[in-house]
């Protein structure tokens, strides 16, 4: 029963350090194992400003096994997936030490919005656009944090459904260009998305080709 | 079919069908098959007797040769043989045959204990040039997963960062790692501790939370936690073979630190799983015996000679201390005569073919009245079964009347009728093939299978005849020899096989004549031992 005295311990740190903005609950009183936990984006990085709630399991050896954390708010960052919230963090994996706390593991996941690992990535699409295109990265980062993580702009943006081409940081140029030859919008973004191309120089006729002749298929 | 037999039949012993059999029949004991009751009698388990009696081998024959449905004509048996085996064989040149024949494999057959000795005889002879205590010397073997050349060339280089690093001994300035571990134990950091165990009255342990009298541990850096935790997480982590650390910084646990806290020697457990990943790692060299259960590593040096049993198509079969054969190079059970190549693609063949059962399932359908499997045989939709005559629709599997004139096109059924019904003829025809090939290969992987029980059982039972019965040793260990050389010139038998250029199976004639008299004279004198044991009462015959 160590396990339980362990978890309503680290509550109580938790709730005495209110200046580290960190919250951590149950989802319900009953069940001990299953708690959300949230942390702020850190300043100065796309994530400024958003609320990210994560999703905590805690194994029934915790805290020798290290708890399941994945992210229920939508992030755009190389080592989150951008579909499931899966995080790659070796803390969370064989670095884990019982010493760790659940909120020690939220500073992690905190810090590691501050400095994404591109060459371990959990999705590989986004590590991709980190690497090649740092500014249309950020950019998107910043609209998904707007979006899902309750972001300032969030109320500016009146709810309206953003447009798909900037949720992948698709240049809209490149769709409109496809668009103008006949192609479904949104087969083009899949496509440009499959490939890893967010924009084009006009002169590339391969890649414009290689597009294509996906299209096509 | 003859021919056929001969290439799909390469290690049962089907003496049933030699002309000879009669010769050494006992006329006192009117059966067909004596073998199989003798065996039955001497192995003495009714219950068993099914099993292993040779009966299922005869089925075995008549259902692979004789079933209609799977006799192929010579000629088309002739082609498709060939064109079965997806990896073509290369032809072996002339020259290469002058150049002799594969080399001896000198191996040796090893336990992760075994392994375990050598190293430690290596770290004595290290010690000189480390110059620290042993179990730390260890504990870089380990880290560097018995990697002497690395060990040492990063020793010479970096010898005190390399202690640090691995936590042999202590940052000169210890400082908790991370802000908040800082946080929760302020008082930590600078503070020597003696390792090992204390007892402390009311310790509170930051791990489990608990406030309690208690043993506690800690190495020289003073991150002390309860004994209960310890254990905990030392069992946690003696599985994956890495060095253990503290909980909160790199120094390590040394063995005699594992052993003091765990109460046993546990540390040999952590030893063992640090070899299995060392194997892991020199897989070229260290194989497993891929039996279930047995614990045989086979070591071969030098692999350069590999690479020549790969080029002439023989494979490298070891044998393990447990007397279980297999190939060193692809890890099955020996397969001779197909080589690695024949027989990695028959088992990926197998792999996926099983997966084809779905092509069976969506050519064959139980008729709807009488449950019988029918195959479609092209396009046409208009069934009839063959058992009970009902004639209905493939696509609706509803009654043919009610469709009248469209013979061959039901509402919904609209393609190509005829490259529809070429092509699944030409799959029909390919699973045929397989199936039959399959069923072949199956049935003696079992009956082979039965035979290596077989020969356990009947070792074990003549052990047992020798305590209880009048059985002279010399008799008993006549019949257990035998049935080991029997078995040692069956395999021999059938690596000879491996040949496959006409010309070197011409020359080598009289060695396969000396191989399968020797086989035969095996044979009968082991017959004829059983024979001895029913002539003189000590078994009887069943049912
Ligand atoms: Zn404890
Ligand atoms: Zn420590
Ligand atoms: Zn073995
Ligand atoms: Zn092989
Ligand atoms: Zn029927
Ligand atoms: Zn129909």
Redesign the pocket.
């Known amino acids: 029963m160590s396990r339980a005295k362990r978890i309503m311990k680290e509550m109580q740190a938790v709730k005495d350090d209110p200046e580290a903005h960190i919250t951590l609950e149950f989802v319900s009183e009953s069940d001990i194992h299953h708690l959300k936990g949230s942390f702020l984006g850190p300043p100065g990085t796309p994530y400024e400003n958003g609320t990210f709630i994560v999703d905590i399991e805690v194994p029934m050896e915790y805290p020798f096994k290290p708890p399941k954390m994945k992210f229920d708010t939508k992030v755009y960052h190389p080592n989150v997936s951008s579909v499931t919230g899966a995080i790659c963090l070796d803390i969370l994996k064989n670095a884990w030490s019982p010493v760790i706390t659940l909120k020690s593991a939220l500073i992690s996941l905190q810090a590691l919005l501050q400095s994404p690992e591109p060459n371990d990535p959990q999705d590989a699409e986004v590590a991709q656009h980190y690497l090649k295109d740092r500014e249309s990265f950020n950019k998107t980062a910043a609209l998904w944090t707007q979006l899902y993580a309750g972001g300032d702009a969030a109320a500016a943006n009146n709810g309206a459904d953003p447009d798909e081409a900037d949720l992948y940081g698709i240049s809209q140029e490149l769709v409109q260009e496809f668009e103008s030859q006949g192609f479904q919008k949104d087969r083009i973004i899949e496509v440009l998305r499959r490939l890893g191309i967010k924009s084009l120089s006009p002169d590339d006729n391969d890649t414009v080709n290689r597009v294509i002749e996906e299209l096509l298929e | 079919m003859t021919q056929m037999k001969s290439k799909t039949t390469p290690i049962t012993s089907d003496y049933i069908d030699d002309p000879n059999y009669e010769k050494v029949h006992n006329p006192i004991f009117d059966s067909e098959n004596i073998s199989s009751f003798t065996l039955t009698e001497i192995t003495d388990h009714k219950t068993d007797s099914g099993v292993l009696s040779q009966d299922s081998e005869f089925e075995i024959e008549d259902f692979a040769y004789s079933d209609d449905e799977f006799v192929y004509d010579d000629e088309e048996n002739n082609e498709t043989y060939d064109s079965m085996l997806s990896q073509p064989i290369k032809q072996i040149t002339k020259k290469e045959m002058s150049e002799g024949s594969v080399p001896n494999l000198n191996y040796e057959v090893l336990t992760t204990q075994n392994i375990f000795k050598n190293m430690l005889s290596r770290l004595d002879h290290l010690q000189p040039v480390f110059n620290i205590p042993r179990e730390d010397i260890l504990l870089l073997m380990q880290h560097y997963d018995w990697n002497e050349e690395r060990l040492l060339e990063n020793w010479t280089e970096r010898m005190d960062e390399l202690l640090v690093e691995i936590g042999v001994s202590q940052k000169t300035s210890a400082v908790a790692t991370s802000l908040e571990k800082k946080a929760e134990n302020p008082d930590i950091s600078g503070v020597k501790t003696k390792r090992g165990i204390a007892f402390k009255q009311s310790f509170e342990c930051i791990i489990c939370c608990e406030d309690k009298d208690t043993q506690t541990f800690s190495l020289e850096c003073g991150h002390e936690y309860c004994i209960d935790c310890y254990r905990h997480y030392i069992e946690n982590k003696l599985h994956n073979g890495n060095v253990i650390t503290c909980m909160d910084c790199s120094l390590a646990l040394k063995n005699i630190d594992i052993d003091t806290v765990m109460g046993h020697d546990s540390s040999k457990k952590l030893m063992a799983s640090s070899i299995k990943s060392f194997i892991q790692k020199h897989n070229k060299n260290y194989k497993w015996c891929p039996y279930a259960d047995c614990k045989c590593i086979i070591h071969l040096k030098d692999t350069s000679s590999l690479a020549e049993y790969t080029r002439l198509h023989f494979s490298p079969f070891v044998k393990c201390d447990a007397e279980h054969r297999f190939c060193f190079n692809c890890g099955f059970e020996t397969h001779a005569p197909a080589d690695c190549n024949v027989t990695n693609a028959w088992v990926k063949k197998a792999k996926k073919e099983s997966e084809n059962l779905n092509w069976v399932m969506s050519h064959t359908k139980e008729c709807p009245k009488c449950g019988v499997n029918i195959e479609k045989d092209g396009g046409c ?1 208009h069934m009839k079964c063959s058992s009970c005559k009902y004639e209905f ?4 599997e ?1 009654d043919w009347a009610p ?1 009248g004139k469209s013979f061959y096109q ?4 609209t393609n190509d009728e005829k490259s529809k019904k070429k092509e699944s003829e030409d799959l029909s025809k390919i699973m045929k093939k397989y199936t039959f090939y399959y069923r072949v290969f199956n049935e003696h992987e079992i009956s082979a299978k039965l035979d290596w029980k077989l020969g356990q059982t009947i070792g074990s039972k003549v052990r047992a005849l020798q305590e209880k019965m009048d059985v002279s040793w010399i008799e008993g260990q006549f019949l257990t020899d035998s049935i080991k050389i029997l078995n040692e010139a069956v395999e021999d038998l059938s690596e000879l096989l491996q040949i496959k250029d006409p010309e070197q199976i011409m020359k080598n004639k009289l060695e396969f004549y000396n191989k399968s008299g020797y086989v035969e004279n095996r044979m009968y004198a082991l017959m004829e031992c059983g024979r001895d044991l029913l002539c003189k009462g000590i078994c009887k015959p069943t049912d």
């Open positions: 939709n629709c493939w696509i609706c509803g469709h039901c509402t919904l059924y």
